[in-house]
């Protein structure tokens, strides 16, 4: 799979998606749009090893529904994503086996190293 999840309001995700210029290959999904599924979203878990680390503590609604005072589970972390687009921690490539979460620059840089080698 080769699939880039981001929001298109979102000037960091527009920023990152410039960078990367991901070929045609790549299915963009905006996730505003598009809302994630379970099937993706289940498969999103594999590759990264756990719903939290697919979760955006950073949303509003993390802190609107007091759920930084809440001990959450995993099935609370993937019900959340699949209920609200901006639970998902943002953005997300995947290409084949490897995924890539969030926009730090060690992440960004790891996903560019990727994308090199697919050449």
């Known amino acids: 799979m080769k699939k880039f999840y981001f929001l298109s309001s979102c000037s960091t995700c527009k920023r990152i998606l410039n960078h990367l210029a991901l070929d045609s290959s ?30 955006s503590k950073h949303a509003k609604l993390y802190k609107q529904l007091g759920l930084k005072d809440k001990p959450l589970k995993e099935e609370d972390y993937r019900d959340y994503i699949l209920e609200h687009y901006t639970f998902l921690k943002r953005p997300v490539l995947v290409v084949r086996s490897q995924v890539f979460i969030g926009n730090s620059s060690r992440v960004i840089n790891s996903a560019s190293t990727a994308l090199l080698n697919e050449k």
């Open 26 to 55: 790549f299915e963009l999904q905006d996730i505003k749009k598009k809302p994630i599924n379970a099937e993706d979203l289940e498969q999103l878990k594999a590759l990264a090893g756990s719903y939290e680390a697919l979760f």
